[in-house]
């Protein structure tokens, strides 16, 4: 076996002519096409297969159903480009939009921060290293349902610590829930508490790749510890950075479980939709209000924003430390 | 070269395709033959286990005591019971409606609130024919709209009544002592024959009290008292009896939730929405003082979720201001896509029985829709301990009788729900007062279309 896959190894030596030229036996020459170009098709199709039930299937299912007025105990009928238009003058879909964009970039912009600065403490020689560094991806492994009972506790307006705290200040109780910017401060939160230090990670991973001789030659030079991380990593980590604000914009973009949680699971949002993303608007028109063809219209919207945010995140990072 | 590996990649495809077809024939197979075996003699070895899927809060349906009674007397038929949350317009019924279309998913009995009727009747192919076995004969046990409700368009008896609502006024005993107001359950409802007056003893009672607000939320008497208006309004809420909405043009909806706005503006809630955490924290906490109560609130008040235990004795119940009301009341259907129809329509007929709903009374307070359990002694002079030992039978019994049936339409339950959002947004201020009666209309005919 291990003889057939080392010739089939697209490798730069020239084969000797007379070992490629020969001709198979009849009957192996099955085995031999099944080993050599059909097993790695077999072996990387699960995941396709996989994509095409899960993903390309209910991609092109939803974009049909956009296009009817499609009631789940109702009928089923043709509207064109109906629910797009009707769309795009919802005032409720616009300001699930509004939410969404808010909280991303509110839980974003200091996520990313923090994460870099985390992830440049955690690249220095400490004692417990690993035991440091696997701490901050403990958040990541608590359920998000989890994380949200734990913060819509603090975050209550009679007996929330957070207003508690406030209270020695002599603030006002804040109702979390009922305000707009606090109730997305604290949405935010709960993100950040869970994904800094996962981004923290993969930026120190990042940060590792870097060679040490830049580094080393930057002390020489006289630069700063500053400097240096401005200079060297900042610059040094842009493939990392597109990664991870690409992943947090699709994350932030499709946000779901936190803000559904920190209202006891209503997909509303908060009684005005204080809160609603655009996510809980599509569950909200499909599976609450059963407008499966209005849900499908406005899905593929948010696939456009998120398109649209991740073209945005991609241009702005692709220009750090490029203009030296 | 090129060729070649064109063909072998179509091969691979194809070998795949094979592959994953053999997989899902065999296993359509096993699942035919399973249900062939399953479906056809359910007598088979080995008790049958039938899921009763409920909703609410506290005590919710109150059958605790009445499914242990069942499961230690039926070996063969065990009922599991799951009542799977509190809120029913926003999370149970939707995900019902989900179930029941797909065809899984629903359990074997399932509980429907009044507001998911319409359209239940709507849909007589989502149920099993209770007629089939033999449950026409217990048409004499329930007043006639109760039964009329649970049989669908084209004459099929798919549900049947478990509770109804009646109305009174919850209060605390001890907080209205302490306010300087009469304590005793006729007193207190001398002191409220209108929502008037009611709003006048709220205003004495928060003169001398200031941490605890008189009532709960804006969203709760709103309910009560847009079913007592409704009453007035030929029996109808949000839809007309042909299912237009009528949400701006019956008297019911703006009297309501003018109200609703009155208490709200005049600083007399607590502020908090029914059934969500904060609202069973805030009971415990006493934050409010009064709550308006349907019989089956007297268990979302008793249970654990609710004020629970340390709170027996403090609670009573009074008259309702405006005399009577229906608000809720359930029914229990069997969904067609049940393995086991014949089991689970035995397990309604018992659940829907004189025995089963005296203990669900006894446990849980809620009302018998039963006619032979609302005579039976048992309810009839059945005083409820943790409420001071109000006299809940005589209370409840005695208007179950005349109540009167409000017509719910089909989309009730998704223009509820979106009424009920605005209705609370005022409250805790995020929707202007100003706008908000703008809002209810709006937001409810999206609601419907």
């Known amino acids: 076996m291990s003889l057939h896959v080392d010739a089939g190894q697209p490798t730069r030596a020239p084969m000797p002519p007379s070992r490629r030229h020969v001709r198979p036996r009849p009957g192996r020459s099955f085995m031999t096409w099944l080993d050599l170009k059909a097993a790695p098709y077999l072996l990387v199709s699960p995941y396709y297969l996989l994509f095409l039930v899960f993903g390309l299937f209910p991609l092109g299912f939803t974009l049909y159903y956009s296009f009817f007025d499609y009631d789940l105990t109702g009928t089923v009928e043709w509207t064109g480009l109906g629910n797009y238009t009707a769309m795009l003058g919802d005032a409720a879909f616009w300001k699930a939009v509004v939410n969404t964009l808010a909280m991303f970039v509110i839980a974003t912009v200091p996520q990313m921060l923090l994460a870099l600065l985390l992830a440049n403490a955690l690249n220095k020689r400490m004692k417990a290293q690993l035991f440091v560094r696997l701490g901050v991806l403990l958040p990541l492994v608590t359920s998000v349902v989890a994380v949200a009972v734990v913060f819509t506790q603090l975050y209550g307006r009679d007996w929330g610590v957070v207003n508690w705290v406030l209270g020695w200040f002599g603030a006002d109780p804040i109702d979390w829930k009922a305000e707009r910017l606090p109730s997305w401060l604290a949405i935010a939160t709960m993100i950040d508490w869970r994904w800094t230090g996962y981004n923290a990670i993969i930026f120190l991973a990042g940060m590792q790749t870097i060679p040490k001789d830049l580094y080393e030659a930057a002390s020489i030079d006289g630069a700063s510890r500053r400097r240096q991380f401005w200079q060297i990593t900042i610059p040094m980590l842009r493939p990392t950075m597109i990664f991870v604000v690409l992943n947090s914009t699709i994350g932030g973009l499709t946000l779901f479980s936190e803000p559904t949680t920190f209202y006891n699971g209503n997909v509303h949002g908060g009684t005005n939709s204080q809160f609603q993303t655009v996510s809980m608007f599509i569950f909200e028109q499909g599976f609450r209000e059963f407008d499966y063809g209005y849900a499908s219209a406005a899905a593929w919207l948010l696939f456009l924003l998120i398109l649209i945010g991740s073209a945005i995140n991609f241009l702005l990072i692709r220009r750090i430390g490029g203009n030296k | ?449």
């Not at chain 2, 499914?67 to 009542?83: G, L, M, P, R, S």
């Open chain 2, 1 to 449: 070269m090129i060729a070649n590996s064109r063909r072998g990649r179509l091969l691979a495809v194809a070998a795949v395709a094979a592959l994953a077809l053999g997989a899902t024939a065999c296993q359509s197979d096993d699942k035919g033959s399973d249900t062939a075996s399953g479906g056809g003699s359910s007598a088979a070895a080995g008790p049958v286990t039938i899921t009763l899927q409920t909703f609410g809060g506290g005590k919710n349906f109150g059958y605790k005591e009445a499914v242990d009674k069942w499961n230690a007397e039926h070996k063969d038929i065990q009922i599991k019971y799951d009542n799977l949350t509190d809120q029913f317009e926003q999370v149970y019924w939707p995900q019902m409606i989900q179930w029941l279309q797909s065809g899984a998913g629903a359990g074997d009995v399932v509980g429907i609130d009044e507001g998911g009727m319409g359209l239940a009747k709507a849909h007589p192919e989502w149920w099993a024919d209770l007629g089939e076995f033999g449950l026409q004969n217990r048409k004499n046990d329930f007043a006639a709209w109760k039964w009329e409700n649970g049989v669908t368009a084209d004459g099929k008896l798919f549900g049947l009544g478990t509770d109804v609502g009646g109305m009174s006024l919850c209060y605390r005993r001890d907080l209205f002592e302490k306010a300087g107001l009469p304590s005793d359950r006729d007193e207190v409802s001398k002191l409220w024959p209108t929502w008037d007056d009611f709003i006048k003893v709220a205003h004495k009672f928060q003169d001398k009290i200031k941490d605890t607000k008189f009532v709960d939320g804006t969203n709760t008497l709103y309910n009560v008292v847009l079913v007592q208006e409704g009453a007035k309004n030929g029996n109808v809420t949000y839809f007309d009896k042909d299912n237009n909405l009528i949400v701006d043009k019956n008297p019911a909806v703006k009297t309501a939730y003018d109200f609703a706005q009155k208490i709200s503006q005049e600083g007399l809630t607590a502020k908090l929405r029914n059934f969500t955490p904060e609202w069973n924290t805030g009971m415990k906490k006493s934050q409010f003082a009064t709550l308006g109560c349907p019989s089956w609130m007297l268990g979302a008040v008793s249970g654990d979720g609710g004020a629970g235990p340390d709170f027996k004795g403090k609670w009573d119940v009074a008259a309702v201001p405006g005399g009577g009301g229906n608000w809720g009341g359930s029914w229990l259907a069997v969904p067609k896509q049940s393995k086991h129809p014949k089991e689970a329509a035995q397990v309604l007929d018992y659940l829907t029985g004189k025995d089963a709903e005296v203990s669900v009374f006894n446990y849980a307070g809620n009302m018998p829709s039963n006619v032979q359990a609302q005579q039976d002694p048992a309810v009839q002079g059945a005083k409820n301990e943790y409420f001071n030992d109000a006299p809940v039978g005589e209370i409840f019994a005695k208007s179950a009788a005349s109540l009167q049936p409000i017509f719910l339409g089909v989309k009730h339950a998704q223009v509820k729900n979106a009424i009920e959002s605005v209705v609370s947004a005022i409250d805790d201020g995020s929707v202007p007062y100003a706008n908000g009666w703008k809002k209810l209309v709006d937001d409810a005919v999206k609601a419907a279309g």
